[in-house]
């Protein structure tokens, strides 16, 4: 059985949490077994964790002959993590537990083009509305996590290059947010968070996957070796700018031409269903019209299927994923998007690595902004250093 360690060092409290948060562990014994620690070092690492709340003990296990062993549990009720999926038209804001669980949740509606200075505050003031609404029994709040569109700076905590975002580039998001809390924040790509909200759960032991967020603009969240994947600048995964000859001499929305978000895009979609009198207004508007059984509009979304599907396959060249997860408005059409996008991405493709490539919608749906925030920011706070940290303060 494989562990979150990587080195041969003792364990420290940190990394008997890891075991016990990915539920490798839930006994003492277990844990000597599997870290080699004596009984002594397993009951001191697991008694600081119980003092720090991050670890309790439940129901007792199976008796094998004696005392039953006691069950030792991550205490996800034991603080809450607060969360924003920043979007162009639309803010999706949650407040979340320790395991990235959703338990309130709120849309914020925004004019395309409100600025960081106007829309930074409203978020503040509904996260703090939310969180008090939970009352002091949800715990301490142990971070934010924010995703926006675009190229993200990590460590700054800002939109890097953004061409949804007007006015957003270089402007850190954590300042706007110091009445809220003072807990860290942690700001990241949106399809970067997608896809690690996917890897929570069943498609935990997924570690190579490449989830395409197919909305109003065209991104792309990676794993590979179970990393994700954020590149030299953060720039991995922008494969809505990437050149087709399907988009040859049409503008795309980021100045340039030739982009196959300009022909796949959702705001492409809305723009040609637009100059056919059409009234539409958002990606949203044109899924709604598919589902109705309208067949321009489902012709549209298949195309859209096939058009992505034939630069995404360089991709599955490249980094031979196990399985492609789509996300976005257009998961709303699931079946009718996939069945261009199997069409052109197979057909491109080398065969061995589409052998057993799986193509699968996304988990969390319209919540995945929010719950890949959340599980961010936590994968920051409950790291083995961070924990670590947080253990030696108590001393």
């Not at 007007?166 to 949106?190: I, K, M, Y």
């Not at 193509?359 to 409950?382: F, K, N, Q, R, Y």
Request: with cysteine; proline share 3%; aromatic share 2%.
């Amino acid at each position: 059985m494989r562990t979150p360690r990587s080195t041969t060092s003792p364990a420290t409290g940190g990394d008997v949490f890891a075991l016990i948060r990915a539920g490798l562990a839930t006994t003492r014994t277990e844990i000597g077994n599997l870290t080699g620690l004596s009984r002594t070092a397993v009951a001191a690492r697991v008694s600081s964790l119980q003092a720090s709340g991050l670890v309790v003990e439940r129901e007792e296990g199976v008796s094998t002959g004696g005392r039953p062993p006691v069950k030792l549990s991550f205490h996800v009720q034991a603080g809450v993590v607060l969360s924003a999926a920043i979007g162009r038209s639309r803010t999706q804001l949650a407040i979340c537990d320790l395991a990235g669980d959703v338990l309130v949740a709120e849309d914020v509606e925004q004019e395309i083009g409100t600025s960081p200075a106007e829309l930074m505050p409203v978020i503040a003031r509904r996260l703090l509305a939310l969180r008090e609404g939970l009352g002091e029994t949800a715990g301490r709040t142990v971070g934010i996590g924010i995703s926006l569109p675009g190229t993200v700076d990590t460590e700054r905590g800002c939109s890097l290059n953004s061409p949804m975002m007007s006015g957003w580039d270089g402007v850190p998001l954590q300042p706007f947010l110091a009445d809220v809390t003072d807990a860290p924040v942690f700001v990241d790509n949106d399809a970067n968070v997608m896809v690690l909200a996917e890897r929570r759960g069943e498609r935990r032991d997924f570690a190579d996957m490449l989830l395409i967020k197919a909305s109003t603009g065209l991104g792309a969240g990676l794993v590979s070796g179970g990393v994700l994947q954020r590149g030299a600048l953060g720039a991995a995964g922008e494969i809505g700018h990437t050149k087709t000859a399907a988009a040859q001499g049409v503008v795309c929305r980021c100045g340039d031409v030739g982009c196959i978000e300009a022909v796949a895009g959702g705001w492409a979609l809305v723009r040609n269903l637009q100059e056919q009198g059409r009234e539409v207004t958002h990606i949203r508007d044109v899924i709604t019209l598919a589902l109705a059984g309208d067949a321009e509009a489902r012709r549209m979304i298949r195309e859209s299927g096939r058009q992505i599907g034939e630069v995404l396959s360089g991709a599955i060249n490249l980094l031979n994923p196990e399985v492609v997860i789509v996300g976005g408005d257009m998961a709303q059409a699931y079946d009718t998007f996939v069945a261009g996008l199997r069409e052109t991405l197979y057909g491109n493709a080398i065969a061995v690595a589409t052998q057993q490539l799986q193509i699968l919608p996304w988990t969390h749906g319209e919540l995945s902004g929010v719950v890949g925030s959340a599980t961010m920011a936590l994968d920051h706070v409950l790291s083995v250093r961070a924990v670590d940290r947080l253990l030696a303060q108590q001393k």
